[in-house]
């Protein structure tokens, strides 16, 4: 998949396609198989997207938890008298 598109540009190009598709095969079992499986991958990209969202923040308060903890720690060092 190192060739893949970026996601972004792979929904851009490929639910209207698929949109468009589906709009041409009025009454046919394949247009509602295409209908439900852009919902459900727009779900999963919604679902994904939230769970990127999370994990990016938690991440960065992780980050900013241990840049507190550690200009603290300086802090400390910095007025502790001692043989360093």
Do not use: C
Request: charged content about 20%; hydrophobic content about 45%; glycine content about 8%.
């Amino acid at each position: 998949m190192a060739n893949a598109p970026p996601t972004g540009a792979l929904m851009r190009d490929v639910v209207p396609a698929t949109e468009h598709a589906a709009g041409g095969l009025p009454g046919w079992l394949t247009q509602r198989a295409l209908q439900v499986l852009l919902q459900k991958q727009g779900d999963d990209m919604s679902r994904l997207s939230r769970r990127f969202t999370a994990i990016a923040e938690a991440l960065q308060a992780t980050a900013d938890a241990y840049r507190r903890n550690e200009n603290a720690n300086a802090a400390l060092f910095r007025r502790a008298d001692g043989p360093w």
